[in-house]
């Protein structure tokens, strides 16, 4: 699932006598990387993970000097605030996501179809950090939104997804991540968590709310069958008590990855996912601010429709509001927060996938409900945009390291790059079946 992308092509500008560079944002190293390994002036090439570096500019990587504000409310407190932790806050806008859009939609010719697109920049999504050196980057966001609040006298909240488990993506192969278990994995996750939070503890009044591992927990309620998934069993439990931890000590509004009714929906699954997501919250010490689960991440389900989609026959619970109604009792009888948010990020479009296990750049997705907090439900928080739309789910290049059978079936678009890159031809479907439209 993850993220690096793009800012205006500056390739333009360099006179035709200059030795050829890759442009700012652009991809400038990784395994099989064939393309230009120098940088344009202003940027330098970093490693993102195994199969992908990038030209990052000078003020991305620079960590914030910004002193903490004292004009808004703290949120780093014991004792979480009472109902909604988005209630009051104003939604940071990713400036890295924001590069992303500018640049999508300078490349889009229909005039019609850039000015759609170009309103994607203005709706909050989360912000990956799925590899250690983006840490020091949570810090600039950080301060960027307690300089805003200082400014504007708002309350503001910062989004993350915290995603780089060792072993990562066990059952599947498009997100590998750059630990193992079996080299130091487990203690090189728990400094990457510290890294996290020893940005986040300079900032004390700037709200985060952060969605912990996707697929992780998941994975050991079904697929304990596949080899790597039963090996990093514990390895995701202890990782994932320890960031909950972690961030919990410092005001952090947790919600663990819960999959979604395609997967953990199934009546059957019910019961042990709420065990096991009941038993994390226990051996963590029932922390606080441990909200509850986040669904739907990087997926395409409906929150809620009267037209079931035909792969979801069998299941009652063929749309996350319906799961999220079945899990939560199970959930609340353990003593587990049954507190939701919801991934519509894009789920505009139904009826598109051959099977309900399609995930990798399904065909002719669209960008699903703005970010809001008219749930229609008092156990969702927000309908939110956790998987930035345009950056890839997987490559369709069946000689990558990382290629994933998911994405070169019939429902995937293609050709597609590397996990996390920037997928052009994705987003620009995403902003023309966008549903509301943009």
């Known amino acids: 699932m993850l993220k690096f992308g793009a800012l205006l092509a500056l390739t333009s500008l360099i ?11 652009g991809q400038c190293g990784g395994n099989g990387w064939s393309g230009e390994t120098a940088c344009a002036s202003g940027s330098t090439c970093v490693k993102s993970n195994d199969w992908y ?7 991305t990587q620079a960590s914030s ?7 808004a409310q703290p949120s780093t407190t014991s004792t979480p605030a009472a109902g909604n932790p988005y209630d009051g806050y104003e939604i940071y806008l990713s400036p890295y996501y924001a590069d992303e859009v500018i640049a999508a939609a300078a490349a889009i010719t229909d005039p019609t179809l850039k000015a759609k697109a170009l309103k994607v920049k203005d709706i909050p999504t989360f912000t990956w950090f799925d590899v250690v050196a983006k840490t020091s980057q949570l810090g600039t966001y950080l301060a960027d939104a307690d300089a805003k609040a200082k400014t504007t006298g708002k309350k503001y909240l910062v989004q993350i997804v915290v995603y780089d488990l060792p072993d990562r993506d066990c059952a599947a192969l498009a997100s590998n991540g750059e630990f193992t278990i079996a080299n130091n994995g487990l203690n090189n996750y728990k400094g990457y968590v510290d890294k996290l939070a020893a940005e986040i503890k300079k900032f004390p009044n700037v709200r985060v709310i952060a969605v912990i591992e996707p697929d992780s ?9 596949v080899t790597k998934c039963q090996g990093a069993a514990s390895a995701y439990k202890e990782g994932t008590i320890y960031a909950v931890k972690k961030l919990s000590e410092l005001g952090v509004y947790s919600y663990l990855d819960a999959g979604h009714a395609g997967w953990l929906g199934w ?24 909200r509850g689960l986040a669904t739907d991440v990087a997926n395409y389900n409906a929150y809620t429709t009267t037209s079931p989609d035909p792969v979801t026959q069998g299941s009652p619970n063929y749309d996350e509001l319906k799961y999220i109604t079945s899990l939560a009792p199970e959930l609340q009888s353990r003593g587990f927060p049954a507190h939701f ?13 051959k099977e309900w296990g399609d995930w990798c750049n399904v065909k002719n997705a669209g960008f699903g409900t703005r970010p809001t907090l008219n749930t229609g439900s ?7 945009w956790i998987k930035p739309g345009g950056e890839c789910d997987g490559t369709s290049n069946t000689s990558a390291v990382r290629y994933d059978g998911h994405c070169g079936k019939e429902s995937a678009h293609k050709p597609a790059p590397e996990a996390g890159t920037w997928f052009q031809a994705y987003f620009e479907n995403l902003v023309k079946y966008a549903n509301p439209a943009l």
Not at 53 to 59: K, L, Y
Not at 267 to 290: C, H, M, R, V, W
Not at 378 to 383: K, M, N, P, R
């Open 65 to 71: 000097t910004v002193q903490s504000s004292t004009a």
């Open 53 to 59: 570096s990038q030209c990052i500019t000078s003020s």
């Open 217 to 225: 927990l998941a994975n050991m309620v079904t697929n304990m069958g």
């Open 378 to 384: 008092s156990l969702v928080d927000s309908i939110v």
């Open 267 to 290: 009546l059957p699954n019910l019961t042990p996912a709420a065990e096991l997501f009941a038993q994390i919250y226990k051996d963590a010490g029932s922390p606080p601010f441990l």
């Open 341 to 353: 948010i919801v991934d519509q990020g894009r789920s505009g479009v139904q009826n598109i996938r």
């Open 15 to 25: 006179p035709a006598f200059v030795e050829a560079v890759a442009p700012v944002w």
